[in-house]
C-alpha cells in the first residue's frame, strides 16, 4: 500500500504553487500608483498571506497551526521582500513581513474555523 495522496490533494497542491507564484510575481512588479486607502499594502500583504496558509494548509493535510507552513511561508515572504530590495522600483519593508505574518495568524484562524464547521 502507498502513501500516496488523494487526487483532490494533488489538484491542491497545483492551486497553492500557482498562488506563490502569482504572489511571487505580483510583489516584484512596479507599484500601481499611490494607494487609495490607509495600509492598502499591509492589508494585501496580510490577505495574500491569509489565503496562502488556507491553500497550503489544506494541500497538505489541513494540521492546525503547521509549524513548517508559517515557516516556509514566512521565509517566502523575506526572500520576496530582499528581491524587492533587488529591483530599484520596489523596497524591503518589515512592517510587510509583519503584516505577512499577521495574515499566516488569520490563515489558521480560517483553518480551524473550517475544522470546527467540518465537525459537526
Known amino acids: 500500500m502507498t502513501n500516496s495522496p488523494r487526487p483532490g490533494f494533488i489538484a491542491l497542491r497545483f492551486v497553492f504553487i500557482g498562488l506563490l507564484?502569482?504572489?511571487g510575481w505580483g510583489a516584484l512588479q512596479p507599484s500601481a500608483g499611490p494607494a487609495l486607502l490607509p495600509y492598502q499594502d499591509k492589508f494585501i500583504h496580510a490577505?495574500?498571506?491569509?489565503?496562502?496558509?488556507?491553500?497550503g494548509a489544506l494541500a497538505y493535510g489541513g494540521?492546525?497551526?503547521s509549524w513548517p507552513l508559517h515557516l516556509s511561508l514566512l521565509t517566502y515572504g523575506a526572500v520576496i521582500e530582499w528581491l524587492q530590495s533587488r529591483t530599484?522600483?520596489?523596497y524591503a519593508e518589515w512592517a510587510d513581513m509583519a503584516a505577512n505574518a499577521v495574515g499566516l495568524g488569520l490563515g489558521n484562524l480560517a483553518i480551524m474555523l473550517l475544522e470546527r464547521f467540518r465537525r459537526r
Open 88 to 90: 530599484g522600483y520596489r
Open 47 to 55: 490577505g495574500a498571506y491569509a489565503v496562502l496558509y488556507v491553500a
Open 63 to 65: 494540521r492546525l497551526v
Open 21 to 23: 507564484l502569482l504572489v
